[in-house]
């Protein structure tokens, strides 16, 4: 990072950024150009490692590109503010946070990995949990959970006073 006081440190820090922010755009190589659609996400580290999971349709070109390799990149940001700090247009800037990493996805099949993708999603953006059977059946049945193993990620934040 070339503006290292702009870090954030640590993956609690990390993962504390990224719930912050209201989705990620991920990314998905192709034999063109990359494929990138804006999610909502939850997160967590379990064991220790950030995880990422999402939930989409049973089919469809994410799934498509997912299925041939699974290798991923995301970006989440939160614009803070937007202020002038000197001459009008130039000396317009924000304050900002935000997470970009790299890992593997793959569709979670067993109905409690599921069910705990959904909820790891549903606490970022309710702060609740809920029981199995709050999910429907029916919803459930149309509903593909991926999970992304994170292998590396890093934060950045610029607040000013």
Do not use: Q
């Not at 504390?16 to 909502?40: D, F, Q």
């Not at 064991?47 to 349709?57: D, I, K, N, S, T």
């Amino acid at each position: 990072m070339r503006k290292s006081e702009r870090e954030v440190c640590g993956d609690v820090a990390i993962l504390e950024t990224l719930l912050r922010c209201p989705y990620l755009t991920l990314a998905v190589g192709t034999a063109g150009a990359p494929y990138c659609v804006p999610l909502n996400f939850g997160a967590e580290l379990a064991e220790g490692a950030p995880v990422l999971y999402f939930h989409c349709a049973n089919e469809g070109k994410k799934l498509d590109l997912l299925a041939a390799g699974g290798e991923v990149s995301f970006c989440a940001a939160n614009m803070l503010r937007v202020f002038n700090k000197g001459e009008a247009p130039c000396g317009y800037t924000t304050d900002y946070e935000s997470v970009c990493g790299s890992g593997r996805a793959r569709i979670v099949t067993d109905e409690a990995g599921r069910l705990h993708g959904l909820n790891v999603l549903m606490r970022h953006y309710t702060g609740g949990e809920f029981a199995e059977s709050a999910f429907s059946e029916r919803a459930l049945a149309l509903t593909t959970v991926v999970k992304i193993e994170v292998s590396h990620w890093t934060g950045k934040r610029l607040v000013r006073e």
